[in-house]
């Protein structure tokens, strides 16, 4: 990877990112994706779409403001936004609104780590979710309805006083078709739910797990049906926590334990060869390297798993040769609408800062992984770099905002916010063949 700084003139390049094409279609097409900066200021390492005004279109929340979609240009404050920081970038003391980030040349973390969209006391609004620093209260911001745009203050509601783990999330994982955020808090972990008759009360917190003193630093969480019994699981990097067919009364969940590297970002179960069985996604190290899956096996009743490693520290791990480190964000979509979900993922930036961790000035990369199933039973993530010069925070969201049919790209992280939307062009075989990732030589 070339240093941040050799990649600094193409900050100005708002155009299309490099082509990728979705596989072996009867008129292939071509993916690319136009790169907005919503702002360069750094105020979240998440962000969410959700339409806010109620005019029928995605707008993105990200940090104390809200942006109306689909322009993305005219921003909204709806909860306090004076943080002012100081910093010295190329010798020179800079004051600039916000956290720390790329506008300085320190490491700082914000009070937003990610954000969600959900009407939460029922009356038609969208309201936003934003899972703070972890060990802090998360808070539910409430839409305030007609004249939303004219409102610079939502009223504030505390949703979980401590949330931990660095990639909670706010899923179904229960099956009442009811979100609840899902991760730790004070030791175990759990699920915190929503009361509809009580929206502005702190959610109930469920424990799943003893008390294990989980730190609040935790990495890697995910939500997914293991087993195949209907029932979500939660997912760790030390096993899966088995959902019991009754939740009365809070029961102590089932600990399958496996390890699933040190501690990555969001993990998902997902069937990625097709034979059936869940197999679990996840990155192995949220600030080294490593991408992987997990081939759920079974025998004699009892469920194992086999590791691919598809990505890591060096260029010769991954069949294109890809790699980047800090995958601390990753979300699983069907990019190219061939049935098959895809991985988004990237380079976070400047998670410690601009020394910190493996190789913190490198190109902060995002891509697509799109998943190809061989006749013979293997299968392949082909790497499409989607952009450079935005990288990921610690949530990556990728969802329709403008009705297309084509999943988006939102990233909210030290760099700024960014949202890439994506565009498909049917083209020839030679195109499609041209734009092939190829594969290293061996």
């Known amino acids: 990877m070339h240093p941040l700084t050799s990649r600094l003139a193409s900050a100005a390049v708002a155009g299309l990112a490099l082509g990728s094409i979705a596989f072996a279609a009867p008129k292939p097409k071509l993916h690319t994706f136009s790169k907005q900066q919503l702002t360069d200021q750094f105020w979240s390492e998440g962000a969410a779409f959700g339409d806010f005004n109620h ?4 707008d993105v929340a990200a940090g104390p403001f809200w942006y109306e979609g ?34 300085g040349n320190e490491n700082e973390y914000s009070a937003n780590f990610l954000a969600f969209s959900h009407d939460f006391n029922g009356d038609g609004w969208a309201d936003i979710l934003v899972l703070g620093f972890p060990g ?8 305030p309805g007609k004249g939303v745009a004219g409102v610079t203050r ?13 990639s909670p999330t706010f899923t179904d994982l229960t099956g009442d078709g009811k979100p609840e955020i899902v991760g730790s808090s004070n030791g175990s972990y759990g699920y915190a739910s929503p009361d509809p008759a009580n929206p502005s009360a702190p959610f109930r917190w469920h424990p799943i797990s003893p008390n294990n003193k989980y730190h609040k630093f935790t990495h890697g969480l995910g939500v997914g049906d293991v087993n195949g019994d209907g029932r979500m ?35 998902f179960a997902y069937d990625v060869d097709g034979d059936g069985l869940n197999d679990v996604i996840t ?3 949220a600030h080294g390297y490593g991408l992987s899956w997990f081939q759920q096996q079974r025998a004699g009743g009892e ?5 691919h490693t598809f990505m890591n520290k060096e260029q010769g791990e991954n069949r294109y040769g890809v790699h980047f480190s800090q995958l601390h964000a990753i979300d699983l979509v069907d990019m190219d609408g061939d049935g098959l979900k895809d991985i988004v993922t990237g380079k976070r930036f400047w998670a410690h800062g601009p020394a910190g961790d493996p190789e ?4 902060p990369v995002l891509y697509w992984f799109g998943l190809h199933r061989n006749a013979d039973k293997t299968v392949d993530w082909v790497p499409h770099l989607i952009d450079d010069l935005s990288g990921t925070g610690t949530q990556v969201m990728a969802r329709d905002h403008n009705g297309d049919g084509l999943p988006d790209v939102l990233v909210g992280n030290k760099h700024g916010v960014y949202v890439f939307t994506h565009h498909a062009k049917t083209v020839t075989k030679a195109e499609w063949e041209a734009a092939q990732p190829k594969p290293l030589a061996r």
């Open 55 to 58: 005019d029928g279109k995605q």
């Open 70 to 103: 689909p322009a993305f240009t005219v921003r909204h404050e709806f909860m306090a936004a004076d943080k002012v920081s100081k910093s010295k970038k190329n010798g020179q003391d800079v004051t600039f609104p916000g956290f720390k980030g790329a506008l």
């Open 136 to 143: 802090e209260n998360s808070w539910w911001f409430e839409n």
């Open 154 to 166: 939502w009223k504030q509601h505390v949703a979980l006083a401590v949330t931990d783990n660095e």
């Open 233 to 267: 699981d939660l997912l760790e990097k030390d096993g899966w926590w088995e959902q019991p067919k009754s939740l009365a009364g809070d029961p102590v969940w089932q600990l399958h334990k496996w390890s699933f590297g040190t501690g990555g970002a969001q993990m």
């Open 283 to 285: 990155s192995l190290s």
């Open 303 to 307: 469920i194992t798993f086999k590791e």
């Open 360 to 363: 913190p000035n490198a190109s």
